[in-house]
T-cell receptor
Framework: QQQVKQSPQSLIVQKGGISIINCAYENTAFDYFPWYQQFPGKGPALLIAIRPDVSEKKEGRFTISFNKSAKQFSLHIMDSQPGDSATYFCAASRMDSSYKLIFGSGTRLLVRP | GAVVSQHPSRVICKSGTSVKIECRSLDFQATTMFWYRQFPKQSLMLMATSNEGSKATYEQGVEKDKFLINHASLTLSTLTVTSAHPEDSSFYIC????????????????FGPGTRLTVL
């Protein structure tokens, strides 16, 4: 019930295309859903986050879509660039659980020039 | 803003020695810090949660006597890997969270750059 399932494991997209990464959760008590980007040898960096009272959030080329009834959320990267090539992690947390993040398994994105 | 630093960035040590890793929040007060480890091509695994001035809470399966965590101030937490062995070689990452209104999101974890530990 604490798991966050992420797919696909890897993704190859042409430059300018749309990258889509999906996550699903079971615990309806989760109240915060961030996405992190990680480059090799570096710590994760927060990309964008959403709360369950909002169905979509957009920041630049990055959009989170949130479906509360389906317990799913996804990251869309518009106009994908080679510099977006990295590993992306979705996560979920609960305020009443010390804000501990439960991470998905990660998606390795490769954007080809 | 929201910068978290780690020191050292890379450490190589001999089996049986202890290694200390520092995690600092540079521009905000971290009410809670988290320590993760990450194996190659895997996700982050939470090791422990520490609140300033109190004992750390360890996740199931993490040896608290092996991974000593001290959260001495609102800007510094340390992880000491005691009697390190080759199987402790990993990428250790800390994160910091603030519950205090300081211009930063109050439930966002900000991550450090990580420390690569290699035990020979």
């Amino acid at each position: 019930q604490q798991q966050v399932k992420q797919s696909p494991q890897s993704l190859i997209v042409q430059k300018g295309g749309i990258s889509i990464i999906n996550c699903a959760y079971e615990n309806t008590a989760f109240d915060y859903f961030p996405w992190y980007q990680q480059f090799p040898g570096k710590g994760p960096a927060l990309l964008i986050a959403i709360r369950p009272d909002v169905s979509e959030k957009k920041e630049g080329r990055f959009t989170i879509s949130f479906n509360k009834s389906a317990k799913q959320f996804s990251l869309h990267i518009m106009d994908s660039q080679p510099g977006d090539s990295a590993t992306y992690f979705c996560a979920a947390s609960r305020m009443d659980s010390s804000y501990k993040l439960i991470f998905g398994s990660g998606t390795r994105l490769l954007v080809r020039p | 803003g929201a910068v978290v630093s780690q020191h050292p960035s890379r450490v190589i040590c001999k089996s049986g020695t202890s290694v200390k890793i520092e995690c600092r929040s540079l521009d905000f007060q971290a009410t809670t810090m988290f320590w993760y480890r990450q194996f190659p091509k895997q996700s982050l695994m939470l090791m422990a949660t520490s609140n300033e001035g109190s004992k750390a809470t360890y996740e199931q399966g993490v040896e608290k006597d092996k991974f000593l965590i001290n959260h001495a101030s609102l800007t510094l937490s340390t992880l000491t890997v005691t009697s390190a062995h080759p199987e402790d070689s990993s990428f250790y990452i800390c994160s910091a969270l603030t519950l205090r209104l300081s211009g930063f999101s109050t439930d966002t974890q900000y991550f450090g750059p990580g420390t690569r530990l290699t035990v020979l």
